[in-house]
């Protein structure tokens, strides 16, 4: 189990000076004796919370920067009545998330809280639809949230603030889950209510030790407020730079082993970079790397979103993750960068079982009504539809070593019911090199290193 912090000791995990930190004014109102529902003993449990803690109540609101940022702080206080939500409680998240909009500030959620609060029945559990109409009401402002994950975060707090941020990290160790300890089934995995699983479950973003979160947090902030201009310009291709002579040519290059992936892509595209892992459904998928990263050129130093394909077969989990990377980008005015290097859409019966088809519905929808340019550049193997849903119309680009293809030769010629030394004319047939896109007007131009330029077309604008 991770180390329990109080809400103070959370807030200055992450500020960038000790006295960085100011308060926002708690907003007034009293209730009757012992609450609304007169709840017998309840302000004796408030008042003994308050001597023990030194709070007024589960959450502490601030105004302080991290990493240079100005940002509004929400902590909660695990020591005044296990951080649960009461009606003061909504009072104070609904004063902060209004401070944010009415500032422009990003706001980070430091949770802890095991849950509502009983000793004040239905009415504190519908503080959950204030803290979720607040959290959407700052989503459509444009402003990021940012959620960190202590020990424990249970029940409505992790069903709002801490699911339902845009990135979501979390502490070692951390007990996380809807089912808080004593409610759960006697015999549920306690396994799989920690920070861990949730991020292999693709609930969670990264699990992130306490000497790396302020660090994290600050690159985060910094990432998602940074003002960003027009569509972000294709990568330079960093493998073979002369035209592939046939199809099949196009397809062994792509599919080569010392073929330049992704990864070498990213880091020769970005300075600084922070990854979003999973589809929030439940599933990850380690072919498809998606983050925001600081991209610099002549033009200056920008984030730009990315979503890259590893050259595996892209899963379900995948192309969910890339649509969320997409809606949140647009939601924050970044543009998008995507690397198309897949064989296909995983085809296996798990695969349909997880919704493959309609997953890449929703990534085809998410680039097709993005709010902010998307530049493509495909690296590899451009594989069917699988590959098609990642590609931006009208933007999209080619290396030399790669190809794009309604169906791969082999079952291209397979469903032609041709012979298999007719695999490379079939290959010549589709028209599937670099150039030939060109020609086709499927690709703006081919992209060469950077010493080089492009073939054709001058950068995307």
């Given at each position: 189990?991770?180390?329990?912090?109080?809400?103070?000791?959370?807030?200055?995990?992450?500020?960038d000076?000790?006295?960085?930190?100011?308060?926002?004014?708690?907003?007034?109102?009293?209730?009757?004796?012992?609450?609304?529902?007169?709840?017998?003993?309840?302000?004796?449990?408030?008042?003994?919370?308050?001597?023990?803690?030194?709070?007024?109540?589960?959450?502490?609101?601030?105004?302080?920067?991290?990493?240079?940022?100005?940002?509004?702080?929400?902590?909660?206080?695990?020591g005044?009545?296990?951080?649960?939500?009461?009606?003061?409680?909504g009072?104070?998240?609904?004063?902060?998330?209004?401070?944010?909009?009415?500032?422009?500030?990003?706001?980070?959620?430091?949770?802890?809280?095991?849950?509502?609060r009983?000793?004040?029945?239905?009415?504190?559990?519908?503080?959950?639809?204030?803290?979720?109409?607040?959290?959407?009401?700052?989503?459509?402002?444009?402003?990021?949230?940012?959620?960190?994950?202590?020990?424990?975060?249970?029940?409505?707090?992790?069903?709002?603030?801490?699911?339902?941020?845009?990135?979501?990290?979390?502490?070692?160790?951390?007990?996380?889950?809807?089912?808080?300890?004593?409610?759960?089934?006697?015999?549920?995995d306690?396994?799989?209510?920690?920070?861990?699983?949730?991020?292999?479950?693709?609930?969670?973003?990264?699990?992130?030790?306490?000497?790396?979160?302020?660090?994290?947090?600050?690159?985060?902030?910094?990432?998602?407020?940074?003002?960003?201009?027009?569509?972000?310009?294709?990568?330079?291709?960093?493998?073979?730079?002369?035209?592939?002579?046939?199809?099949?040519?196009?397809?062994?290059?792509?599919?080569?082993?010392?073929?330049?992936?992704?990864?070498?892509?990213?880091?020769?595209y970005?300075?600084?970079?922070?990854?979003?892992s999973?589809?929030r459904?439940?599933?990850?998928?380690?072919?498809?790397?998606?983050?925001?990263?600081?991209?610099?050129?002549?033009?200056?130093?920008?984030?730009?979103?990315?979503?890259?394909?590893?050259?595996?077969?892209?899963?379900?989990?995948?192309?969910?993750?890339?649509?969320?990377?997409?809606?949140?980008?647009?939601?924050?005015?970044?543009?998008?960068?995507?690397?198309?290097?897949?064989?296909?859409?995983?085809?296996?019966?798990?695969?349909?079982?997880?919704?493959?088809?309609?997953?890449?519905?929703?990534l085809?929808?998410?680039?097709?009504?993005?709010r902010?340019?998307?530049?493509?550049?495909?690296?590899?193997?451009?594989?069917?539809?699988?590959?098609?849903?990642?590609?931006?119309?009208?933007?999209?680009?080619?290396?030399?070593?790669?190809?794009?293809?309604?169906?791969?030769?082999?079952?291209?010629?397979?469903?032609?019911?041709?012979?298999?030394?007719?695999?490379?004319?079939?290959?010549?047939?589709?028209?599937?090199?670099?150039?030939?896109?060109?020609d086709?007007?499927?690709?703006?131009?081919?992209?060469?290193?950077?010493?080089?330029?492009?073939?054709?077309?001058?950068?995307?604008?």
């Amino acid at each position: 189990m991770t180390e329990r912090f109080s809400a103070r000791e959370a807030v200055a995990l992450v500020i960038d000076t000790p006295d960085g930190f100011r308060e926002l004014p708690a907003p007034g109102g009293e209730q009757g004796p012992d609450g609304p529902l007169s709840w017998q003993g309840y302000d004796a449990s408030r008042a003994r919370a308050a001597a023990r803690t030194g709070e007024e109540e589960s959450v502490v609101c601030a105004a302080a920067t991290v990493g240079g940022t100005p940002t509004v702080l929400i902590a909660f206080e695990f020591g005044f009545l296990g951080g649960s939500l009461g009606e003061r409680t909504g009072d104070r998240l609904e004063a902060a998330y209004t401070y944010a909009r009415e500032h422009r500030l990003p706001v980070v959620s430091l949770v802890a809280t095991g849950g509502s609060r009983m000793q004040e029945g239905m009415l504190a559990l519908t503080q959950l639809q204030r803290v979720a109409r607040q959290s959407a009401l700052t989503r459509e402002a444009g402003l990021p949230q940012i959620a960190v994950l202590r020990d424990p975060t249970t029940g409505g707090g992790w069903a709002t603030l801490g699911a339902g941020a845009d990135v979501t990290l979390a502490l070692p160790g951390a007990q996380v889950g809807f089912a808080g300890s004593r409610v759960r089934p006697p015999d549920a995995d306690p396994a799989a209510y920690t920070a861990e699983a949730q991020w292999a479950a693709g609930a969670v973003d990264a699990v992130v030790g306490e000497g790396e979160l302020r660090e994290t947090v600050a690159l985060w902030l910094g990432l998602l407020t940074r003002p960003s201009g027009g569509a972000a310009p294709a990568p330079y291709a960093l493998g073979a730079t002369g035209l592939p002579a046939t199809g099949w040519d196009a397809v062994l290059r792509a599919r080569s082993p010392q073929h330049p992936r992704a990864q070498a892509y990213l880091d020769d595209y970005f300075t600084r970079r922070a990854a979003l892992s999973g589809d929030r459904c439940g599933g990850t998928d380690a072919g498809m790397l998606c983050g925001f990263g600081e991209h610099t050129d002549e033009h200056g130093t920008r984030t730009v979103a990315y979503a890259a394909q590893c050259g595996t077969a892209t899963r379900p989990a995948g192309y969910r993750t890339a649509a969320r990377l997409i809606r949140l980008a647009g939601r924050l005015g970044i543009p998008v960068l995507t690397l198309v290097d897949t064989p296909g859409a995983a085809n296996d019966a798990d695969a349909e079982r997880q919704g493959v088809g309609s997953a890449i519905a929703d990534l085809f929808a998410a680039v097709a009504t993005a709010r902010t340019p998307v530049t493509t550049l495909v690296i590899g193997e451009g594989g069917s539809g699988g590959a098609l849903a990642l590609a931006a119309p009208g933007n999209t680009w080619a290396t030399p070593d790669s190809y794009f293809s309604v169906i791969a030769p082999e079952l291209a010629a397979a469903i032609l019911k041709r012979p298999a030394h007719e695999v490379r004319p079939t290959a010549d047939q589709l028209r599937i090199r670099p150039q030939d896109l060109v020609d086709l007007g499927v690709v703006r131009g081919v992209r060469r290193h950077s010493s080089d330029g492009p073939v054709t077309s001058p950068p995307p604008p």
